[in-house]
């Protein structure tokens, strides 16, 4: 089965620090895809980013950036001089073909989250 | 656009009593989801449409019905609530057709069952 691992629960930084928030996953699937979202306080799910299997490249979008390894199974997040409105909760996704569905239909499985707390 | 809406934002049931959960998307997208998001376990898939016309169980079906109205609309039944099942339920939409993109989300409802 699918598996997301966020094994970090809760990281708290100072306000500039650069911080790494880690995610493993699990999957039998040749092609799938991992995504980032993001959960402010007010409770609203944000899409970051989504990468599929077949693209190892780095990305870079102002001060997030993100590493795909494949070897690893890792597709961790990196925020470099936090701010304060970085506090969130943060979820990474893995995206799962759907049984019986012959490769017609994926759903997402979610990692459990880290809270960042950025403290001015 | 207004994305995905999920109505009501708020509902407080008492053991035994029931509800739908509304969600409508005006994205033109096939594939529909239902979550519940618990403390410290992350967003857990209820039941999923990949399109009109089907609907499928995710990880935690049960007490939970849905009906795939149209391709704008999907909803969440709670026939005989359970306190258990107080918890953020959201809703998601997205395109599906060669390749997986990401899912939008709709607000939420906060369901509190007493």
């Excluded at chain 1, 693209?55 to 690893?72: A, H, P, V």
């Excluded at chain 2, 934002?9 to 096939?30: E, I, P, R």
Aim: net charge neutral.
């Amino acid at each position: 089965a699918q598996k997301v691992t966020q094994a970090q629960t809760e990281i708290s930084v100072v306000e500039k620090e650069d911080v790494t928030l880690d995610c493993v996953y699990e999957t039998r699937d040749t092609t799938y895809y991992l995504f980032w979202y993001k959960q402010p306080p007010s409770g609203e799910l944000v899409f970051l980013i989504r990468r599929n299997s077949f693209d190892e490249q780095n990305e870079i979008s102002g001060r997030y950036s993100w590493n795909f390894q494949k070897s690893t199974s890792s597709f961790n997040f990196t925020i470099t001089a936090s701010q304060v409105v970085d506090s969130a909760v943060y979820f990474c996704a893995l995206s799962e073909v759907s049984p019986n569905s012959g490769g017609s239909n994926y759903k997402l499985t979610f990692g459990k989250g880290t809270l960042l707390t950025v403290n001015p | 656009n207004a994305g995905v809406t999920q109505t009501p934002k708020f509902q407080v049931l008492k053991t035994g009593q029931s509800m739908t959960l509304q969600c409508a998307q005006d994205m033109n997208h096939n594939s529909m989801y239902w979550y519940r998001q618990d403390p410290g376990m992350g967003l857990r898939l209820i039941y999923y449409s990949a399109s009109e016309g089907t609907t499928d169980k995710g990880e935690v079906p049960n007490g939970y019905n849905v009906s795939r109205l149209n391709k704008r609309e999907f909803s969440l039944r709670l026939e005989s609530a359970a306190p258990s099942q107080t918890s953020v339920y959201f809703c998601a939409s997205t395109f599906f057709l060669i390749s997986y993109n990401e899912q939008f989300f709709g607000p939420g409802t906060r369901l509190t069952v007493l």
